[in-house]
């Protein structure tokens, strides 16, 4: 932790609160009823997961979707039924981050989509009047990267995308699993378990 130079961040746990709940109910009311075999905590499934490692792009995801619930669905009630997935993002998240980025290079590896991506989350970081690219040096994303935490190969295009050392660099993930692929490869690792501030787990770390 002495060296540490930058902080790489996940999204949905740490930074945005999500509630897996709350999406898997808004897909039952469309008539998508196993909605939760297919949706996680951690991962995804069938269409979701090749969603979020960019294998399909979001009119396929919308296709298949769409399929697997009776009388089919249009995009925008698909979309609005996977954004119930993210709650939002507490103001003193977005003010923390702001001031750490002052001492440290911030940069957000996230297992997400393009559909949630460029609506729900963008929305999310304009809610100080600024945008996502204020808050981080550099971002990675699942579905650009074509990979998923925690295989090694996301977190080395990481590395080759952001110009970072896992030496120099502490991951935070809600994810136990992720957190141990990152130490495996040399990254120092925090997991920020549920209802723990990253800003409280940086601070018991002297950071």
């Known amino acids: 932790m002495a060296h ?14 999500i509630d897996r709940e ?30 979020e490692a960019g294998r399909i792009d979001a009119r396929e995801f919308h296709r298949s979707i769409s399929a697997l619930i009776p009388g089919g669905a249009d995009d925008g009630r698909i979309d609005r039924a996977f954004n119930a997935f993210l709650v939002g993002i507490p103001l003193p998240r977005l003010r923390a981050l702001r001031e750490l980025r002052s001492r440290y290079g911030i940069y957000l590896l996230s297992n997400t989509n393009e559909i949630m991506w460029h609506s729900r989350i963008a929305r999310a970081f304009r809610a100080e009047g600024l945008d996502i690219n204020s808050y981080f040096d ?42 141990e692929a990152a130490r495996a490869l040399g ?11 990253f800003t409280d ?6 950071l």
């Open 22 to 51: 709350r999406c898997v109910r808004s897909f039952r009311r469309l008539g998508f009823e196993n909605a939760a075999e297919y949706l996680g905590d951690y991962g995804q499934q069938g269409p979701f997961e090749a969603l």
């Open 201 to 206: 787990i940086l601070k018991a770390q002297g």
């Open 138 to 179: 550099g971002i990675v994303t699942s579905f650009e990267a074509r990979a998923l935490k925690p295989s090694p190969e996301i977190f080395a295009y990481a590395q080759q995308k952001l110009g970072i050392r896992p030496q120099e660099t502490i991951f935070l993930d809600d994810s136990r699993a992720n957190v």
């Open 4 to 17: 540490c130079k930058n902080l790489l961040f996940d999204l949905g746990g740490v930074i945005m609160d």
């Open 187 to 197: 990254f120092g690792a925090l997991q920020v378990e549920p209802g723990r501030e």
